[in-house]
Nanobody, 119 residues
Framework: QVQLVESGGGLVQAGGSLRLACAASGGTFSSYVMGWFRQAPGKEREFVAHIRWSGGSTYYADSVLGRFTISRDNDKNTMYLQMSSLKPEDTAVYYC????????????WGQGTQVTVSS
């Protein structure tokens, strides 16, 4: 059974950095796109970034472009989100997710990890 498990959330001051990790298990992911999403209190879940597992091409939401970097380690089956220059508005529960390459819907989700940025 495929599982995604996030880690690395926490409390950080504005301007600081955090790195989130998403460990994937129970399958092979060469034909997957892996993504990060976030949901702030009272708001809808929003896309943050994604990476194509094979080839490593990436895409970012405008709100994080230039501040966040998504990457993956094939040997560890782990995806990362390096977050820098954090702002209070980045506060949210961050989720990793996965979908097959030519499918538009993410159907595998982790449990989420809280990121809180204090001003």
């Amino acid at each position: 059974q495929v599982q995604l498990v996030e880690s690395g959330g926490g409390l950080v001051q504005a301007g600081g950095s955090l790195r989130l990790a998403c460990a994937a298990s129970g399958g092979t992911f060469s034909s997957y796109v892996m993504g990060w999403f976030r949901q702030a209190p009272g708001k809808e879940r929003e896309f943050v970034a994604h990476i194509r597992w094979s080839g490593g091409s990436t895409y970012y939401a405008d709100s994080v472009l230039g501040r966040f970097t998504i990457s993956r380690d094939n040997d560890k089956n782990t995806m990362y989100l390096q977050m820098s220059s954090l702002k209070p508005e980045d506060t949210a529960v961050y989720y990793c997710a996965a979908r097959k390459l030519y499918v538009s819907t993410y159907d595998l989700w982790g449990q989420g990890t809280q990121v809180t940025v204090s001003s």
